[in-house]
């Protein structure tokens, strides 16, 4: 794994799979990480493929000052800027989705394809930042083990992830992320970024799951103030498709880089 400092401190963590250009950028969603899309990268083999860890997630900064959406797009366009020599295949899931979405918006020039899964252009309740945030919280962390922590959490594939990627300290495992830091994050997105996703320009697939967080409505209208959207809904899937859909995931991906 690679760091980077970008310009308010904040270390950066990344890994880069080598092969050929254009490459594919992953961003994770929030209290995710970018190990959850190894076995994508894997699959993707001889392809460039850098997977993020995006402020206060994973090995990056657990707690930066600057939660701001500006902030994640920064970073996103740092290390692409650092590690890519021509125009990448953009991909994010849920938050990363967002962030993905902002950095086509802001600089075109990086992005030939975009790709979000489970993604929008923000929004959601005061109330609902504040419960995430609790819920994260209500953790009763340290873990003495993955056992106990898989006992607490849950055994659907993103608890899975979860469990799989705790952090072993002396004192047992911790998440690799904070959960006031989470809610800041989620809270920033509360405004609609409307006007940023009816200006992009770049080929854009939609990955939704027929058992993800959006409505049918919410889903068309999305789609139709695309300026160049696609919509693909994964079967037998959850907000996390990408982890519970993986092969039907796969072959979507496979088709945007087909074309």
């Given at each position: 794994?690679?760091?980077t400092?970008?310009s308010d401190?904040?270390?950066?963590a990344y890994?880069?799979f ?5 490459a ?7 209290a995710?990480?970018?190990?959850e899309?190894i076995?994508t990268?894997?699959?993707?083999s001889?392809?460039r493929v850098?997977?993020i ?10 707690r930066p000052?600057d939660t ?7 970073d996103v366009?740092?290390v ?6 021509e125009p990448?295949i953009?991909?994010g ?7 993905a ?6 600089r075109?020039?990086l992005?030939r ?6 993604g929008?252009?923000?929004?959601g309740t005061?109330?609902?930042h504040?419960?995430?945030?609790d ?6 962390v340290p873990?003495s083990d993955?056992a106990?922590?898989?006992a607490?959490?849950g055994?659907?594939?993103l608890?899975?992830a979860w ?5 072993e300290?002396?004192?047992g495992l911790?998440?690799r992320?904070d959960a006031d830091?989470?809610?800041s ?17 770049a080929?854009t697939l939609l990955?939704?799951?027929?058992g993800?967080?959006f409505?049918?409505e919410?889903?068309s ?14 079967t037998?899937?959850s907000h996390?498709?990408h982890?519970?859909a993986?092969?039907?995931w796969?072959?979507a991906?496979?088709?945007?880089l087909a074309?």
């Amino acid at each position: 794994m690679k760091q980077t400092t970008v310009s308010d401190g904040v270390t950066i963590a990344y890994t880069i799979f080598e092969g050929v250009e254009p490459a594919v950028v992953i961003l994770h969603g929030l209290a995710g990480s970018s190990r959850e899309f190894i076995p994508t990268a894997e699959a993707l083999s001889g392809r460039r493929v850098i997977l993020i860890d995006q402020r206060g997630h994973g090995r990056s900064t657990t707690r930066p000052a600057d939660t701001s959406r500006n902030a994640f797009v920064s970073d996103v366009v740092h290390v692409i800027t650092k590690q890519a020599s021509e125009p990448v295949i953009l991909i994010g899931q849920s938050m990363g989705a967002h962030t993905a979405m902002l950095v086509a918006a802001a600089r075109g020039d990086l992005v030939r394809q975009l790709v979000l899964i489970e993604g929008n252009q923000g929004g959601g309740t005061a109330s609902e930042h504040t419960a995430l945030g609790d819920f994260f919280r209500s953790w009763d962390v340290p873990f003495s083990d993955r056992a106990e922590a898989a006992a607490a959490l849950g055994d659907g594939p993103l608890e899975r992830a979860w469990v799989e990627d705790l952090d072993e300290r002396p004192d047992g495992l911790h998440p690799r992320f904070d959960a006031d830091i989470m809610q800041s994050t989620v809270e920033a997105m509360g405004k609609p970024r409307w006007t940023e996703w009816e200006a992009i320009e770049a080929p854009t697939l939609l990955v939704y799951a027929d058992g993800g967080m959006f409505t049918e409505e919410q889903k068309s209208e999305f789609v139709r103030r695309g300026r160049n959207a696609r919509c693909i809904d994964a079967t037998a899937a959850s907000h996390d498709a990408h982890l519970d859909a993986f092969d039907q995931w796969i072959g979507a991906l496979r088709t945007v880089l087909a074309d």
